[in-house]
């Protein structure tokens, strides 16, 4: 069996527009030299400006789809995205238990379409306790952080509380500076790096997602926590920078960037 191009799994939503989700996971993986097999969690409805609606999969579904590429492929490195439901994510946890040595990185949101879903706080609650103890590392930014670390008040006590929940890594991205955004990376010990990134005009949404899916992508090539953090970071600004207006609302990422030069 070739394995020189990785296996990567992608957990998460169908974007019709292809800004997010499944379709900008795969252009990530397929830039960064893997192959991307896929789980659809949920069925949205949107453009390039907003979203109108989403509809989880049922949560059998989206474990036969998860069992069938496992049980067939060897996946080097998986990434967690939208799930949708509090069901799907007790369906997800129920699978890795059954693959421990897969690294796991999860881009928390239980948000999406809907801001103030009154289902947020429970799917907040289901990533915290049964996602975060199986993963290798977790990429929240500044407002996902809030909504799961619920006794801190402060980033560096968010971070502590949430590697209490049993993730061996978080970073937590898009901290503000004056011209600047700060990405700030974690360990059990705490804070192990710092990195600085001019601040890039808003692309469209899906872009958080395209870091997670970076990560997992280098360390299905093998690198280290922190060269994979680094390079990945790198990545995901430049496809910003090379944003293209495809549509009528926000600019989307090329995640193909390098192909025009």
Same mark, same amino acid.
């Given at each position: 069996?070739?394995?020189?191009?990785?296996?990567?799994?992608?957990?998460? #939503?169908?974007?019709? @527009?292809?800004?997010?989700?499944?379709?900008?996971?795969?252009?990530?993986?397929?830039?960064?030299?893997?192959?991307?097999?896929?789980?659809?969690?949920?069925?949205?409805?949107?453009?390039?400006?907003?979203? %109108?609606?989403?509809?989880?999969?049922?949560?059998?579904? !989206?474990?036969?789809?998860?069992?069938?590429? %496992?049980?067939?492929?060897?996946?080097?490195?998986?990434?967690?995205?939208?799930?949708?439901?509090?069901?799907?994510?007790?369906?997800? #946890?129920?699978?890795?238990?059954?693959?421990?040595?897969?690294?796991?990185?999860?881009?928390?949101?239980?948000?999406?379409?809907?801001?103030?879903?009154?289902?947020?706080?429970?799917?907040?609650?289901?990533?915290?306790?049964?996602?975060?103890?199986?993963?290798?590392?977790? $990429?929240?930014?500044?407002?996902?952080?809030?909504?799961?670390?619920?006794?801190? /008040?402060?980033?560096?006590?968010?971070?502590?509380?949430?590697?209490?929940?049993?993730?061996?890594?978080? !970073?937590?991205?898009?901290?503000?500076?004056?011209?600047?955004?700060?990405?700030?990376?974690?360990?059990?010990?705490?804070?192990?790096?710092?990195?600085?990134?001019?601040? %890039?005009?808003?692309?469209?949404?899906?872009?958080?997602?395209?870091?997670?899916?970076?990560?997992? $992508? #280098?360390?299905?090539?093998?690198?280290?926590?922190?060269?994979?953090?680094?390079? @990945?970071?790198?990545?995901?600004?430049?496809?910003?920078? /090379?944003?293209?207006?495809?549509?009528?609302?926000?600019?989307?990422?090329?995640?193909?960037?390098?192909?025009?030069?």
């Amino acid at each position: 069996m070739d394995t020189r191009q990785p296996v990567v799994l992608t957990i998460t #939503h169908h974007d019709p @527009s292809g800004s997010a989700g499944i379709t900008a996971d795969t252009e990530t993986a397929v830039s960064l030299g893997c192959h991307c097999a896929s789980v659809v969690s949920a069925i949205t409805v949107g453009d390039t400006g907003e979203l %109108l609606g989403v509809a989880p999969v049922d949560d059998s579904l !989206l474990v036969e789809q998860a069992r069938a590429v %496992l049980e067939d492929m060897p996946v080097a490195a998986i990434k967690v995205g939208f799930l949708g439901s509090v069901e799907n994510v007790r369906a997800l #946890h129920s699978v890795l238990r059954d693959y421990p040595h897969i690294p796991v990185i999860i881009d928390p949101d239980a948000t999406l379409a809907d801001k103030e879903s009154l289902l947020a706080p429970s799917l907040w609650e289901a990533t915290t306790s049964l996602l975060l103890p199986q993963a290798t590392m977790a $990429c929240p930014n500044r407002r996902e952080a809030c909504a799961m670390a619920v006794e801190a /008040d402060v980033m560096d006590a968010m971070a502590q509380e949430l590697l209490e929940s049993g993730c061996s890594y978080l !970073l937590l991205t898009g901290v503000p500076r004056e011209q600047q955004v700060e990405n700030r990376l974690y360990d059990e010990r705490g804070l192990i790096r710092q990195f600085h990134w001019e601040r %890039l005009p808003p692309a469209a949404y899906g872009t958080c997602g395209t870091l997670a899916t970076a990560i997992a $992508c #280098h360390i299905a090539h093998g690198l280290t926590i922190i060269e994979a953090v680094s390079r @990945s970071q790198q990545f995901t600004w430049s496809a910003i920078a /090379d944003s293209r207006r495809l549509g009528m609302g926000r600019p989307v990422p090329d995640r193909l960037f390098w192909s025009k030069r």
